[in-house]
């Protein structure tokens, strides 16, 4: 339900191929069952608490109103548990808080851009820079994009986070240090140097 913090929440979509996007991902996404984790078939399950439901129905009506298009979702399921609709925002401006928060639940936000400098440019906009997920068809894309997306930890064409051989973390306001790997070593060790004279 998107409550992971490496969970994507902003595509940046190039233009030309956002469509195509918008209308696979949509109808995935209308047909995904949401409901008690213990039942046949649940894809999706609650929300942690009451907040956050709170927090959702506020960043999607904040969105909507600062002129994104609400292509799927949005709502509150039921009113018993901490269920909400699995959430599809499209062309929502940088003003909207959820281009500038955290939802950490069910929202999708989909922005098309003309050209790699502008998704770039918005990829490294905000101070927070835990993951990122690129999908290319072009190595040389892909090269870049690796290296340019400022994001503690990039994977290209798949999701590939949190093996245990891997560093976890990220870069700016984003958390200090790393889960995993020898990295993950670091904060528990006092590196030390000692230097000794030898009279000859």
Do not use: W
């Not at 969105?63 to 909400?84: C, D, H, K, P």
């Not at 939802?103 to 490294?124: K, T």
């Amino acid at each position: 339900a998107g409550q992971v913090c490496n969970a994507p929440t902003q595509f940046i979509m190039q233009e030309k191929v956002k469509q195509a996007f918008v209308d696979g991902f949509v109808e995935a996404t209308k047909v995904l069952k949401v409901g008690d984790g213990f039942e046949q078939g649940v894809q999706m399950g609650p929300l942690a608490h009451a907040r956050r439901l709170d927090a959702m129905e506020a960043l999607v009506a904040d969105a909507v109103q600062s002129g994104a298009e609400l292509a799927t979702g949005g709502n509150r399921i039921g009113n018993r548990g901490y269920f909400f609709e699995p959430t599809v925002l499209l062309d929502a401006p940088l003003s909207a808080r959820a281009m500038n928060e955290e939802p950490f639940g069910p929202v999708a936000l989909i922005n098309g851009y003309d050209d790699e400098e502008a998704m770039v440019a918005e990829a490294n906009r905000l101070r927070y820079g835990l993951s990122a997920y690129v999908y290319t068809g072009s190595d040389n894309r892909a090269v870049r994009l690796g290296t340019s997306v400022n994001a503690g930890m990039v994977t290209i064409n798949h999701h590939g986070f949190g093996t245990p051989e891997a560093p976890f973390g990220g870069v700016g306001d984003s958390g200090y240090g790393n889960e995993g790997g020898p990295e993950a070593l670091d904060g528990y060790l006092v590196s030390k140097f000692v230097t000794r004279y030898i009279a000859a």
